[in-house]
């Protein structure tokens, strides 16, 4: 009996230590990358190109993670995960943060056990639909059979706009991203439902994207942010400030092009978040040029949103809500100092 | 005194009672881990506070799903929802199950058949449907339905009331009447009556030695009778006859391409299976018996019916029994092709509450009992068949 008691306690003990967790940093540089969680579907936020090389607005908040980190954007895992298994996969800690065009929402940040950061896109609701169905409002949508993905919150929002107009509809839900479209494509349902931005990156893949529009009706608000778990401050403060950086580098004028001339810049508040002179790094327990890293080598977020989703893409969304608070959007960074 | 012969045994030496300490070892070791687990889950939960309990069970799900055996809408709580999905799993598995018997046994005996070219197609079929994934079956299956079917609109219509587009097959059903009902309880009586005179009859044979065409008469009854009713009951002929009403069909019952796809798929993946079960219980029959029934002068409808099937069927059964298993379980590859079972509307609901723990439970619980009371049915069955040794 003595024996087994013994053999009790190692179970104890080895299981002890294995729950014993440390700050979320600190495993990140165990680790030597930094695990995020992104779509893997969606052109323009979260897809592989042609090349495997990741592609979007979301991997790109993602990799200047990375850099505030490790100094380095190719310090980092992509884990594609669907709209179902993204926040589990968020708490159990199979990634660090997630970066997959969720919306923040008061359920998520409290009963889910989650916190949002600095929202890196703002968006809202609508309805893709074929032109051939000759509908003009999402009000004629009555009795409609609508491909909408499960498990988000689009889901719950369009069952609450059907109800609210006292319209009837059907929904067909198929998990992954890609199959859905294909159903939609084929013609499976009326109406495809989704964000805005969302529809627009399924629009611009579609076999006849001409042959597609996307209905006037926002029926919504979606701001989407990045993702960190409840209990980890030093973490989520990381993560907001690393998304805030890249809005505060537009509103500064500073772009991955003249940032090097922007190190001699006199300009005290230039200075302080490029570095030159210090405190900011140390607070947040990275290095010092964090904020310069980014910046760098993944872009200020004009540059970012350009290359991802901008006018000069297929998807051709224009800032709008997006733009800076100087230029009427929603986009504001507290001061860097 | 010591006896000779009752030496005095440590008690870690004797078997009895070392078999209860390690016994109570393992019990120990068990409860602990299984007492470690919870409290550890518990507090890392309360640690990152996620909600824990399964009160948002009678929260609102505001959720809509696709089909559904009972009235559902968003406004419903998700204990509705999940009820739902239960129910959706059961008519899959239901359908699925009597399909599979009916179709693998016809072909496992297909596949005895003395017909060359009949054994060889039942070969290829199962052959080639076994060694296919069933996912990548549902995938195709689905795919089908809804790139090969026209629009709502351009539906086909190739017999009247009956629509096949790419919503789904839609056919029209008599319309609501009294009279329905009441032939509903016209077969179930008749049911009862035909099991009666089955045991009459099967009496009356032993005595006397003469047959009664139980068959034939049971087959009179079972048209007549409702029949009659119909007719007493003013003979109602209207129909629900589904239309098209703005982008969709309306009225009349509809079957789902989703649903479609995933019986099909699960039925023509397991009938497989079950079809080489049924040719090895048939093959597992001494021939010695067939021809001992032949001797005795039985036909072959009898031979087959009085001596091979039931000795066949101790062999078929329990392997036919994990094939339903089977086909239950694998209807949670639903969740691929959008039709609404338990395990689609379970992770909705653990991704809008956050409670994953709770869901998963819930979902193994289910499948658990499902798997369960399948296997109780059969058992008994296969109780009631076992050959009975005296």
């Known amino acids: 009996m003595k024996k087994l008691g013994f053999v009790g306690v190692m179970v104890a003990v080895f299981f002890m230590v294995g729950s014993a967790t440390a700050g979320t940093l600190d495993d990140v540089k165990a680790k030597g990358y930094v695990q995020v969680g992104v779509n893997g579907d969606l052109f323009g936020f979260g897809k592989p190109d042609g090349k495997g090389v990741w592609k979007g607005l979301d991997v790109d908040t993602g990799r200047a993670i990375a850099v505030a980190v490790f100094g380095d954007p190719n310090k980092i895992k992509f884990i594609p995960l669907t709209a179902i298994t993204r926040f589990t996969a968020l708490q159990s800690g ?54 909408v993905l499960p498990g988000t919150t689009t889901e719950l929002n369009v069952a609450d706009y059907f109800r609210s107009t006292g319209m009837k509809m059907k929904p067909v839900v198929i998990e992954n991203t890609a199959e859905l479209a294909k159903a939609f494509f084929a013609g499976r349902c009326d109406c495809l439902t989704s964000d805005a931005s969302q529809l627009a990156g399924t629009r611009a893949v579609a076999p006849k994207p001409d042959d597609y529009i996307i209905l006037p009706e926002i029926i919504s608000k979606e701001p989407l942010a990045p993702v960190v778990r409840h209990g980890d401050d030093q973490w989520y403060d990381i993560v907001n400030m690393s998304v805030l950086a890249m809005i505060n580098a537009e509103e500064m004028g500073i772009t991955s092009k003249n940032i090097d001339e922007m190190l001699k810049s006199k300009d005290p508040k230039v200075q302080r978040f490029l570095g030159v002179s210090p405190g900011n790094g140390k607070a947040l327990g990275l290095d010092e040029k964090f904020a310069y890293n980014i910046v760098k080598m993944v872009g200020n977020y004009g540059e970012v949103f350009d290359r991802n989703v901008g006018k000069n893409t297929l998807l051709k969304i224009e800032r709008g809500l997006n733009a800076l608070w100087k230029d009427g959007g929603l986009m504001y960074s507290p001061p860097f100092k | 005194m010591v006896v000779a012969g009752e030496e005095k045994i440590p008690f870690f030496n004797d078997p009895a009672k070392r078999s209860l300490i390690y016994q109570f070892g393992v019990m120990v070791t068990v409860a602990f881990l299984g007492y470690y687990l919870m409290s550890n889950t518990l507090t890392n939960l309360e640690r990152q506070s996620i909600a824990t309990g399964f009160d948002f069970l009678e929260k609102e799900s505001s959720f809509e799903i696709g089909e559904s055996l009972i009235d559902y809408s968003a406004a419903d709580n998700y204990f509705r929802a999940l009820l739902v999905g239960v129910l959706n799993t059961l008519k899959v598995s239901f359908i699925g199950i009597v399909l599979t018997v009916l179709l693998g046994t016809i072909i496992g005996v297909a596949r005895l058949s003395a017909n060359w070219l009949v054994s ?23 795919a089908l339905f809804y790139e090969m079917l026209p629009a709502p609109r351009q539906a086909l219509n190739p017999i009247a009331g009956m629509f096949i587009c790419n919503r789904g097959l839609i056919f029209a059903v008599p319309a609501d009447h009294p009279v329905w009902a009441w032939m509903g309880w016209t077969v179930l009586a008749v049911l009862v009556a035909v099991y009666v005179m089955r045991r009459w009859a099967l009496r009356r044979l032993y005595k006397t030695g003469k047959p009664f065409p139980v068959f034939w008469s049971s087959i009179a009854l079972m048209v007549s009778l409702p029949f009659i009713v119909w007719m007493l009951g003013g003979a109602p002929t209207k129909m629900d006859v589904p239309q098209l009403l703005g982008f969709n069909f309306q009225g009349g019952i509809s079957l789902s391409p989703e649903f479609a796809a995933l019986l099909l798929g699960l039925v023509l993946y397991t009938a497989a299976f079950v079809a080489e079960i049924v040719r090895a219980g048939i093959q597992s029959v001494n021939k010695g018996q067939t021809e001992a029934a032949k001797a005795l002068g039985l036909r072959s409808g009898k031979v087959l019916s009085l001596v091979v099937i039931p000795q066949a069927l101790r062999v078929i059964i329990p392997p036919l029994t994990s094939q339903m298993l089977n086909l239950t379980k694998n209807s949670s590859l639903a969740v691929a092709i959008g039709y609404p079972d338990f395990v689609s509307i379970a992770n909705t609901t653990i991704n809008q509450t956050g409670q994953a723990i709770e869901g998963v439970a819930m979902i193994m619980a289910v499948y658990l009992g499902l798997s369960l009371l399948t296997s109780a049915l059969m058992n008994w069955y296969n109780k009631k068949i076992a050959l009975v040794e005296r």
């Open chain 1, 94 to 147: 199979e990634i660090d943060v997630l970066c997959r065009n969720a919306t923040r929402t008061l359920s998520r940040e409290t009963a889910l056990g989650l916190n949002f950061v600095q929202v890196n896109y703002y968006d809202g609701q609508g309805f893709l639909v074929p032109k051939a169905l000759g509908v003009k409002s999402a009000k004629e949508l009555d009795g409609a059979a609508v491909c």
């Open chain 2, 120 to 142: 060889r197609l039942a070969a290829i079929y199962i052959e080639v449907l076994q060694d296919i994934p069933v996912l990548l079956q549902l995938f195709f299956w689905y």
